[in-house]
């Protein structure tokens, strides 16, 4: 009888792990959220005719600091935790006729983020979130003083 009991509990410990560590594309099933394996940030500098200066990191990992042409788009990928879903990664944002040090959460699990592609327009009033629909959802800068051409994030 210990033995049947010991096998179920194995078997029961067993579908758990497996249904934890199961990709659904970043998609919710009966109210679980299963993220995906791989999440993609892409920003596009949206600004009218100025080079976009930005440095992306988290507490981990930092992409260094990128420039961007109109129209032109740079990305990063990550792997989100599965089993302590809290990704946040932030960026710092400068151009030429602005003298501030613009701030962003462009990756925030707690702000309700469940993207597998996650794209975003830069503009010069702030961040917007391009869904894959065309709309947008556009978010207000965390402005920082003057930056004096420094990216520090």
Known sequence: ???????IIS???LLTIVICFKNVGGESVDGL??????????????LKDLQLDLHCKDAQSDYGFQTLR????????????????TSLYFCS????????????DIYSFRR??????CDWLIHESGCCRV????????????SI?????????
């Open 70 to 85: 109109v129209g032109e788009s740079w990305s990063f990928q990550f792997h989100p935790d599965p089993l302590w879903p």
């Open 131 to 142: 869904f894959s629909n065309g709309q947008l959802k556009c978010f207000d800068w965390k």
């Open 93 to 104: 944002f400068t151009w030429l006729t602005d003298t501030r040090l613009h701030r962003f």
């Open 33 to 46: 959220y299963f993220p995906p394996k791989t999440v993609t940030v892409r920003i596009t500098n949206g």
């Open 112 to 117: 309700g983020d469940r993207c597998r592609e």
């Open 145 to 153: 003083g003057d930056n004096k051409n420094n990216l520090g994030v």
């Open 1 to 7: 009888m210990e033995f049947f009991k010991t096998l």
């Open 11 to 13: 078997l029961y410990t």
